[in-house]
């Protein structure tokens, strides 16, 4: 409910269905920190278990919130040489989750960044292929990699599509377990990734970007915004030009109002503390998600008490009314 409220259109494709009795593994690409995995989880038809840099878990209460929602930590080298261990744990823990026909998600490019570019995959998600294949052989694991495109990213009422590739099975790359199977892996999914989401290479991302945005692209169908750069920008689609919406600003500003002390918090204290850009949504979005309705239902009992139960229903229905609007026209 959440998302819907916080997005303007949320559109999922998938190249195939997705297997309910078999267990699989979501590669996805990462760009917007913890709003990436709660769309997987959403859209996906899984119960999946997400692992998740162990860096975000350091704080008690946000470890247990994390821990409830699936998440399992990585640890990584920049975390210490000395945590690196705990992640034989967490490898055992996935490779039991999938001998059951459970689902994991991770993101194997180890970071997020908010540019439109698949980075190189980490060796990480070829360790849980490897040691479940190696202690459940007859396990009929796929891969399924999932590209996933903002339209601007860090904007409320923004757009986003998920992009479901067709499953891969892993017995077709891995027998042996050598090192060839991993870069195989590695280059197998990074190959497929770069299909389902706009992908830019590194060495003339400024200047492409730049033309992008010029041409109005849509980047909600990145196979199109790909053909574009592929063909230097001779065969390019753009989205129409829209005016500016009075009636969305209109209902925008009074939402503002309606919420003035959670914008208030927002706006001067929480979001001046972001220091990575690609945290600027998962912020805004727990906001809303938590002291938003807090506030919401806050002003509506104290119309209830001053004016009446109807009153007070009636407040709260137009708020979540205007917020639709806000975000969907």
Not at 95 to 109: D, H, I, S, W, Y
Not at 111 to 120: A, E, F, G, K, S
Request: aromatic share 14%; glycine share 4%; proline share 4%.
């Amino acid at each position: 409910m959440g998302l819907f409220f916080y997005y303007k259109k949320i559109k999922v494709v998938k190249e195939s269905k997705i297997p309910k009795e078999k267990s699989v593994i979501f590669l996805s690409n990462h760009q917007n920190a913890l709003i990436d995995a709660l769309l997987i989880a959403t859209t996906s038809g899984r119960f999946s278990y997400f692992l998740t840099r162990a860096s975000v878990f350091k704080k008690p209460l946000v470890s247990k919130l994390l821990h409830s929602v699936n998440m399992l930590p990585v640890y990584r080298v920049r975390d210490g040489w000395s945590t690196i261990s705990k992640n034989n744990y967490i490898f055992k823990t996935c490779t039991e989750k999938l001998k059951k026909n459970g689902a994991v998600a991770l993101f194997p490019e180890g970071n997020h960044h908010i540019n439109r570019t698949v980075r190189p995959l980490s060796k990480g998600f070829t360790r849980i292929i490897f040691e479940t294949l190696s202690a459940y052989p007859d396990i009929d694991l796929q891969m399924i990699p999932v590209g996933i495109n903002y339209q601007e990213g860090t904007t409320f009422g923004d757009s986003v599509a998920l992009y479901y590739g067709n499953p891969i099975s892993t017995k077709s790359i891995v027998s042996k377990f050598s090192n060839e199977e991993i870069v195989a892996l590695r280059q197998t999914v990074q190959y497929k990734i770069k299909e389902l989401t706009t992908h830019i290479e590194d060495n003339t991302y400024n200047e492409t970007i730049k033309k992008l945005h010029a041409l109005n692209v849509d980047y909600l169908s990145p196979k199109k915004v790909n053909r574009c750069i592929e063909s230097n920008f001779h065969e390019c689609e753009s989205k129409p030009i829209k005016g500016n919406n009075l009636i969305k600003q209109f209902f925008t500003r009074i939402l503002i109002l309606n919420l003035i002390l959670p914008f208030i918090i927002w706006r001067f204290y929480i979001k001046p503390k972001i220091k990575e850009v690609e945290f600027i949504a998962t912020f805004r979005f727990t906001i809303a998600i938590t002291l938003v309705p807090i506030w919401i239902l806050f002003c509506s009992l104290i119309f209830v008490f001053n004016l009446g139960l109807i009153y007070g229903l009636t407040y709260f229905i137009t708020v979540f009314l205007i917020a639709l609007l806000s975000v969907k026209l």
